[in-house]
Each structure stands twice: as C-alpha cells, then as structure tokens.
C-alpha cells in the first residue's frame, strides 16, 4: 500500500514479509489431524486473518481457533504499541504476541451476562425480577417493571446515558448510578431492542453488589478466572500491567453521516474520542462491566470454550450445563436494533447467529457470541464444535476491511462444516430452543 493510500485509509504500515511481525504459540498449538481436520483448513483460516492484517485497519491482531477442545489457533500479528496510523515509521514499537493484553470492549458483555446467569443457578437472583427489587432506586421515572433479563437482552429501554454526561463519569461507578436512577426509558415494556452499549453492564454490575455484598471484579475473579487459570481477564487492568497492555487506535476512512451519527448514538461518541479514552489509565484501571474486560484472545477462547463444554474447562464444573442453555437460549425474533439500527437476534446476554445466515456465518443457528466494538469477533458454535475469538487493536467502522472481516468469518465455517449430530459436542444440548 503506497503512502498517499495508506493515509486515505487512514491504516497501519504494513510491511511486506509478515514472518517479521508474526507471533505463534508452536508449544501450545495442536496437531489438527487429532481434531480431525487437515493443515489445510486451518491454514486457510490464518491466511484470512493474515488478510485482514493487510488492510492496515489492525496495528495488532490476536487468533485463537479450538475445533473438538483441540487448541488449532494461537497466533498474533502486527504490534501492541507504535504502529498506529499517526505513528512515526522510526518510532519505537512493541511487538504483539498470544501472551499481550487487549480491551476486549463490548464482547465484555458476555462474561458478565454468564455471570449474572451463575448467580441466578445460585438462587440469589431471578432474571425475571425487576431490577428495583434488588436497587429499589432504579424504579424512578417509569422503571419499576424492567427486569434482569430485559437488561442482559438489550431490551431494558435505558440504551444511552444523557447526552453531555462527561467522558470522566466512566469510571465513577456511583455517578453513572445516579444517572441511570433518574433516566427515564425510552420504553419498559421489553418490546423494542436497543443496544445498551455501556449502561447495562452498570445496572448488572449493582445488582451482583446488593445480593452478594461484594463487588463484580471479585465476583469474575472468584468464579472464572482463579477457577479457569486465567493470568489477566479482569475488568480493566492491574496498574503493574498498564505497559503490557495494548493500545486501541482509530483507523479507517473517516465517518460521514449516517454512519457518524449511528456511531455517536452507539457509542456516546466519535471513533477518535472512543480511542482516546480507551487508552486513558483512569478507563484502563476502572471496573465498566460491560466495555473493558481485558485478556488475551486464548482467555476469551477459553471462556468459550467453556461454555460450549458445558460449563467445565479441564474437568472442573464451572458453571450448570443449564445455565449455559439458559444463557444462550434466543429471547424474541430477530429484530432491527434501534441503536445500531441492524437486525439482531439475542439472548439474555449474547448475540445469536442465523440460519441460513447470521453474525457468526452461514447455517450459525446454534452459534452465541459477542462483538467487540464492531471489530472483535468471540463465539461458539456447537453444530460445528469450534470456538473462535479474533481480536485486534484498530476501530475501523466501515471500509475496506469489512468484506476481508467477512471472508474471515465464511472461511472458518468453510473449514469447520456442519456436524452430523452424533458428532457434535455433548456439553451443550442440540436444539437449544430458538436455535433455528
């Protein structure tokens, strides 16, 4: 890509040997014959991820591919530090790697929906409980009836904060409360979705305080990631480990509208601003449930992986297997989602796939997972018995990369095919209702 390009587009430098920027887990990865599988086929899926590297909308990018609990995919490309659009060629970089940190964003979502859904199989809540019965304060201006479950499902009519609430509220957990205290919905009745992009992950994160008396972070470390050997996959990031972590950077043509204004809806703000704050330490150090978990592609495949066992990982029970039905069981049809204004189809917590064709492929009825600010892409699909998690460090909206982001997604159900159903996974029950 020549310079002038490469400034239009608004991308990373790429250089043209990519063994130079390649990281592979070679102790780690997994013989794919003892999955089943050819060479081929996995190789097939890093070439698109090679692929989507070249548009230059990622300085770093992070795979991971399981296929029968077989490890097939751990692998990064580019840089965690120092390759971003407006950086100087001669700067200093650090190279990505499977082991480096990144802000998983909104595919944070799924973690804590699980999370709430495993208090619920403790019987210290019930999802369809309104949220008041548990934070009597939230039934201000009309919110008495919405419900736990109207939150994990987007449908809880809270989308956005106010308008001109500053970018320092973030991480002040008792100030955005308030804020959602004194909102008044948008509607309670559950019937329309609307992507809540950072105010329900806030709502759950109280809820989980009033019925265990301790935090959300403490809950996520007590229950996945001390259980599952998790080294990072906290909310934010230990202060010890700000370095480690990757940086988020804006990339792509520049927004116009409609896009722009859909993006600001979304996300309270622009591209630019949004990497902005990512990288600020205050976001970086903060508990926001539903926008800054931070991990490894591996640990977001692991939880994954996880779910699609069943609820155990390495023989240990994690979580009920009908909490991982529950969880991923499709609430409503597919509709268009009045803040991202796309059909989507969700469950109490994660984004559903489709059949004949949905967010996660071809014939993905049974596929959950999550999106990560557009551009993450975490699920399991138990008809295929994979789980994939893709992230990266560019925030492109729209532009060249995206039919790059879709071959990606078509080759690995390409490459991992349709079970029969005597061969598919036992851990998750086929036919999850609403699966089709």
Not at 37 to 42: A, D, H, L, Y
Not at 84 to 97: A, F, I, L, N, W
Not at 146 to 162: A, D, E, K, M, Y
């Amino acid at each position: 890509m020549n310079e002038w390009l490469r400034k239009r587009l608004h991308s990373s430098r790429i250089p043209g040997d990519l063994d130079t920027v390649t990281a592979v887990d070679r102790d780690g990865e997994q013989n794919p014959a003892e999955a089943g599988v050819s060479s081929e086929s996995v190789e097939a899926v890093w070439e698109k991820v090679a692929a989507l590297y070249r548009t230059g909308t990622h300085p770093g990018l992070q795979i991971t591919l399981r296929h029968r609990g077989q490890l097939l995919l751990n692998r990064a490309l580019g840089h965690a530090q120092g390759n971003g659009p407006e950086d100087r060629p001669d700067g200093p970089r650090v190279p990505m790697t499977p082991e480096t940190p990144v802000c998983y964003f909104s595919a944070s979502k799924a973690v804590t929906a699980l999370l709430v859904h495993m208090l619920a199989e403790d019987g210290l809540i019930n999802l369809l409980d309104p949220v008041s019965f548990y934070c009597p304060e939230f039934a201000r201006n009309g919110k008495k009836h919405i419900t736990i479950h109207q939150i994990l499902s987007h449908r809880g009519g809270i989308p956005g904060l106010p308008r001109n609430t500053p970018i320092d509220a973030l991480w002040d957990e008792r100030y955005i409360w308030k804020l959602l205290c004194d909102a008044r919905p948008i509607e309670a009745d559950g019937s329309t979705v609307a992507y809540h992009a950072i105010t329900g992950g806030y709502v759950l994160g109280e809820v989980v305080r009033r019925v265990t008396g301790e935090s959300i972070e403490s809950l996520l470390d007590k229950r996945l990631r001390q259980p599952m050997g998790m080294r990072y996959f906290t909310y934010g990031i230990d202060h010890d480990s700000l370095l480690d972590l990757a940086w988020n950077y804006a990339t792509g043509p520049k927004l116009v509208f409609p896009v722009s204004w859909i993006v600001r809806r979304a996300l309270g703000g622009d591209i630019n601003t949004v990497a902005e704050v990512s990288n600020d330490p205050r976001f970086q150090e903060a508990v926001i449930p539903a926008g800054n978990l931070c991990g490894t592609a591996e640990e977001m495949g692991r939880f994954f992986q996880m779910m699609l066992n069943g609820g155990t990982w390495n023989g240990k029970r994690i979580c009920d297997r009908q909490t991982v039905i529950r969880a991923v069981q499709a609430y409503g049809r597919m509709q268009i989602d009045r803040t991202m204004m796309i059909p989507m189809r969700f469950s109490a917590g994660f984004m559903l796939g489709a059949d004949p064709v949905g967010l996660w492929g071809p014939q993905s009825g049974e596929a959950f997972g999550h999106v990560g600010l557009i551009n993450k892409w975490c699920w399991a699909d138990p008809s295929r018995d994979i789980s994939v998690s893709l992230i990266n460090t560019g925030i492109p909206i729209v532009g060249h990369h995206l039919p790059v982001l879709a071959g990606f997604v078509n080759q690995v159900c390409s490459s991992f095919p349709v079970l029969e159903e005597s061969e598919r996974p036992l851990g998750v029950v086929q036919g999850i209702p609403g699966a089709t």
